[in-house]
């Protein structure tokens, strides 16, 4: 539900609310938050809540560090995990400088940015998330262990799957906010588990995978657990990704199809914000994770998969990112990349129906690579006018290490 700012303050005062955290990320996705007590709400909504950014990864440094958080009425939802009285509820935020002027590295903005450009030219994406992840034990001292919870398998069940019970505990909370997990089950990993969504708006689905994370983490430490997004937290078995199902209104099949070959042209350039750590990349091209640059249908060996769906569920999905990504970014860029294969009508290159975990290696030559190291992404994003197009340079050259 959308809710005005005199109905939050309303449901503030007859609901017991007694604090309000103004959430917001930092550039590389981590959720950040401030908290203000219900007489500052209504000073908030109308001048917004200082902040000293000057601490915050990729928001500057001791000069001109004073930023705005502006909440966002409609992001409105209770913390379940808080105390029922004396209630928590949490609103993300746009972040503008003093004088009120979007701040360019608030990536929620730049993500609306890329929805309104996709409106403009006629187009509404939608987004479905899949996010892994692991859950280990925890020490003596409370500290995480590479330990796994148990040695389960894919799709396992109890008393193998000892996940089971927080997994639901997880959906619970989750529908308890407003968000609507579409599947849940044991992942191929010993102690990893994945999490499933129902498709939504870009922004929505981006302000749902950044709750995803908190509310599994808060959920696994309530267990005695610690929850690990990390992309490859065990050596020797499967990484976790991020995967990203996407589909378009507004066209026919062949929109589709140019939206693909837009993100295929694009993907290289784009890998340093879907991938954005060291290890991200010692999880690409093993174990179901992609390497190569290649779509198929119903084939998890590629980049690119397009299930096998029909109607409202028509989509492909994406395998590549990994769960250090910003979503906002993710997102911003995916729909850059999408509508420019729309507009400029880019082919999608030949289909790839083979395993390219087992396929022969003159097969595989044909095929263009991902890059294949994070100082790789760096380079193809710092070169690629795609990006730059689209991102302020400062944002690049802090993903670069510049």
Known sequence: ???????????????????????????????????????????????????????????????????????????ITVLPWRPEHGRVVRMFCSITHPDGTLFAHDTRSILKQAIADAADAGYSFSFGSELEFYLFRLDENGDPTSIPYDNASYMDVSPEDKCENVRREICLTLERMGIQPESSHHEEGPGQN??????????????????????????????????????????????????????????????????????????????????????SYHRLGCQKAPKYISWSTDNRSQLIRVPAADGEYRRFELRSPDCTANPYLAFALLIWAGLSGIQEKIPLPEVSQVNLF?????????????????????????????????????????????
């Open 1 to 75: 539900m959308k809710y005005t700012p005199q109905e939050v303050m309303q449901y503030i005062q007859e609901e017991d609310v007694k604090f309000i955290r103004l959430a917001f990320c930092d550039v590389l996705g981590r959720p950040k938050n401030i908290s203000i007590m219900p007489q500052e709400l209504d000073r908030a909504f109308e001048y917004g809540i200082a902040i000293d950014a000057s601490a915050i990864a990729g928001f500057g440094d001791e000069v001109h560090s004073d930023l705005f958080l502006h909440p966002d009425p409609a992001t």
């Open 358 to 402: 087992t396929a022969a290696s003159a097969e595989l030559e044909r095929l263009k690579t991902l890059p294949l190291s994070l100082t790789a992404a760096m380079n193809q994003a710092s070169a690629s006018p795609f990006i730059q197009t689209h991102l302020p340079q400062s944002l690049i050259d802090y993903f670069c290490g510049k």
């Open 194 to 279: 994945e999490i499933d969504f129902r498709y939504s708006d870009p922004l929505s689905a981006a302000d749902n995978a950044v709750t995803f994370c908190t509310v599994v983490k808060t959920i696994a430490a309530r267990n005695g657990l610690y929850a690990d997004f990390s992309p490859k937290p065990l050596h020797h078995k499967p990484g976790s990704g991020f995967h990203i199902n996407i589909s378009v209104k507004g066209g026919s099949e062949a929109v589709m199809r140019n939206m693909m070959g837009g993100i295929l042209d694009k993907i290289a350039s784009m890998t340093l914000f879907l991938n954005p750590t060291e290890r």
